[in-house]
């Protein structure tokens, strides 16, 4: 029994989630109403992972399995460069088109550990589809475990190319649901996904972007990211590709990693804003700056931040210093209205 299929075996809540999804692919009905700003916020992901397309150019063989499934190691070009290997699992009684899942192993692990779960969902008249993510399995080339896939995201964070977190994979399971709908065994109006840590994320990305999968089982833990950032609980996620994140610190002259350097970490490096679109962010982060703080900015305080951050602070770049000012402001505006008694004897307020 594979490490993957033991932890499945002892999560009954991930059993639970499993189940309830098969049921929405059984019926091909897409769970949940959308809010109403869904279509803005898909497009812009879509944006940002957006490459150019390539012919799938899809190859297939069989894979020696037990007699009661039939397995085919496929693979296809996802982008110029990227060929993604994969396993297709169904049962020898599935002759006609099938419900499929798709299948997303976490960090150091690779697609053979989810064999033991894709020959379960045949059992339950399912097909089942399971890649190696970037960096993982077959597409390691250099290196041993998670040592590339490391080097790749040092590489992104030193030259701001490549997405090889979560993101290249979303694009991957994209094209990966775009060869499924070319095969004859499969019911490409009901399509599922399935993921584990690492996959669990990709999963939900993927299925928050992609409109072709009806129902999604992430199985990871994980809170909201800005508030693990405020809270100080961001160090379990970090945990999980440390070595580049103190490579990244190294290279910033940074000693200790903590939250403000992480949360620079996790942003992916993209062109300055101009002065007016800096100005509609940094409008936005002065209302959830205010919930929390429990000030109130003015506008011409906002544009003040953003005109005095470009034109004094030459080493950041645009939102985020002026947001930094924002923050500042606020805390001294609120320190300012302490009570006496709030403050410790012989300490200046």
């Known amino acids: 029994m594979s490490r993957i299929s033991r932890m499945l075996r002892m999560a009954p809540v991930a059993h639970v989630l499993l189940v309830a999804a098969m049921a929405v692919i059984a019926t091909g009905t897409s769970a949940g109403a959308q809010a ?16 150019p397309r390539v012919t799938l150019a899809a190859e297939s063989r069989p894979r020696v399995d037990a007699g009661i499934y039939r397995a085919e190691r496929f693979s296809f070009a996802s982008e110029a460069g990227e060929r993604v290997p994969g396993i297709f699992l169904k049962s020898v009684r599935a002759t006609d ?4 899942i798709v299948l997303l192993h976490g960090t150091g692990s690779r697609k053979e550990e989810l064999l033991g779960t894709m020959r379960t969902l045949a059992d339950r008249g399912f097909v089942s589809a399971v890649i190696d993510s970037r960096h993982h399995g077959e597409r390691i080339t250099t290196g041993s475990d998670n040592d590339q896939y490391y080097a790749a995201m040092l590489e992104t964070y030193r ?17 990966l649901i775009d060869y499924l709908q070319t095969r004859a ?4 109006t009901r399509i599922g996904i399935m993921g584990i840590s690492k ?12 409109p072709r999968i009806v129902a999604a089982v992430p199985v990871i833990g994980v809170q909201g990211y800005r508030w693990a950032l405020d809270n100080n609980q961001w160090q379990p996620r970090i945990s999980t590709f440390a070595p580049p994140v103190r490579s990244a610190a190294r290279d910033e002259g940074v000693k200790e990693v903590d939250a403000a350097f992480v949360r620079r970490f996790q942003l992916v490096r993209i062109a300055e804003p101009d002065f007016d679109a800096a100005m509609e962010i940094c409008r936005s982060w002065a209302r959830r700056i205010e919930e929390r703080q429990a000030v109130v900015f003015s506008d011409e305080a906002v544009e003040a931040a953003v005109r005095l951050s470009a034109e004094l602070i030459r080493a950041r770049a645009l939102p985020d210093k002026a947001i930094d000012l924002l923050e500042n402001a606020a805390t001294r505006a609120t320190l300012t209205t302490l009570s006496p008694r709030a403050i410790a004897p012989g300490k200046e307020a």
Request: no cysteine; glycine share 10%; proline share 6%.
């Open 185 to 188: 065994d499969v019911d490409g």
């Open 199 to 210: 996959g669990g994320t990709e999963a939900y990305l993927a299925a928050a972007v992609d």
């Open 159 to 175: 030259t701001g190319k490549g997405r090889p977190y979560l993101y290249d994979t979303v694009w991957d399971v994209m094209r």
């Open 36 to 51: 109403p700003d869904t279509a803005r916020v898909r497009a812009a992901f879509l944006k940002m992972i957006d490459r």
């Open 97 to 100: 088109r099938r419900p499929a």
